[in-house]
């Protein structure tokens, strides 16, 4: 369905956003989970009609387009969408998104998820699911009760998305739940190399931990019933997923993106057994060589040769329009289901 459209969604949604006259807005809020001791970091982006501050204008190793620093939020009724970074990435990994989401008219927000981030790296993190879940419910829950946000955000109007372990989250928060011995089996196994990390040699051996094994059988209800709509892009942990009874309390809308040559999350067990699961899941694939790591953001010259593997894809694959693809589904996919 939505290969036959998306010419025309591109289309309209350029169009659109040429026609939006407020800019874009941006604070960083210092929330924390007092009874899970987290800290929650979060990015806040809105709309505002304030003009730019010479403060405002930054260097950046990413193509963005400059905010206003705690400008004023412009408008009211503003649907939600949270945004949920991929393992070992930060809450600014999704900006591109988040950005376009805010010309057409919603308040995004993004969240470090507390040790699996690039610059806080605990070990034990990178291999429990169910934490950011509960980040994403957390942070919620404050920005409604927050003096400013709740005053500007339609609460009936709230949206998620993820990349990679974030859209993993997604799939929880949904209402899914995951089969942990099998999906710990899977890691011990055929999956191991998914766990062998350089930077962390203890992944694969923590996956034995009596303490966390222990965790996996106690993991409480993770399923959002506020959030209506949900976008899984490039899931992972699909292996903890192989029955349509894992996903019956699923009521919300869920859209799933994938990418054909993705190594990381290949999406015949991740993406695509999503689809085949979920009852009334929409799907939309990149094909030909689009891999994993197209989905962060377009990275300067200087990067992309720091960092070639992560920043630079095959020349068959374009990273802005593949981008401005998933940007067009995001906010057609919100405005029909939220």
Known sequence: MYK?????????????????????????????????????????????????????????????????RDGKIAGTGLPLILLSHGSGGTRLDLEWLAQYLVLHGYIVASVDHWGNTFDNKIPIEFIKPWERPQDISFVITKLLADSVFKKVIDARKIGAAGFSFGGATMIELAGGVANYPLLLNYYRTTGRKEVEVPELPTLVSLLSDSTFVAQ??????????????????????????????????????????????????????????????????????????????????????????AVPDVFTDDPSVDR??????????????????L
């Open 4 to 68: 036959q459209i998306l010419t025309a969604l591109l289309i309209v949604s350029r169009l659109h956003a040429f026609a939006q006259t407020a800019g874009i807005g941006e604070r960083t809020l210092q929330f924390k989970d007092v009874k899970r001791n987290r800290p929650l970091v979060t990015e806040v982006w809105y709309p505002t009609n304030d003009t730019l501050k010479a403060g405002d204008i930054q260097k950046s190793p990413f193509l963005r387009q400059n905010t206003v």
């Open 320 to 337: 802005h329009n593949v981008h401005l693809t998933v940007d067009s589904l995001a906010v057609d996919f919100f405005r029909r289901k």
């Open 216 to 305: 996996t059988r106690h993991v409480p209800v993770l399923k959002d019933r506020r959030i209506k709509a949900f976008i899984a892009i490039s899931p992972s942990i699909g292996a903890g997923f192989t029955s349509k009874a894992q996903f019956k309390d699923v009521q919300g809308a869920v859209l799933l993106i994938g990418s054909h040559a993705d190594v990381m999350d290949p999406v015949k067990l991740n993406s695509r057994n999503y689809h085949q699961l979920i009852p009334g899941s929409e799907y939309y694939e990149f094909p030909g060589k689009t891999g994993h790591y197209v989905m962060l953001g377009e990275a300067n010259d200087g990067l992309k040769k």
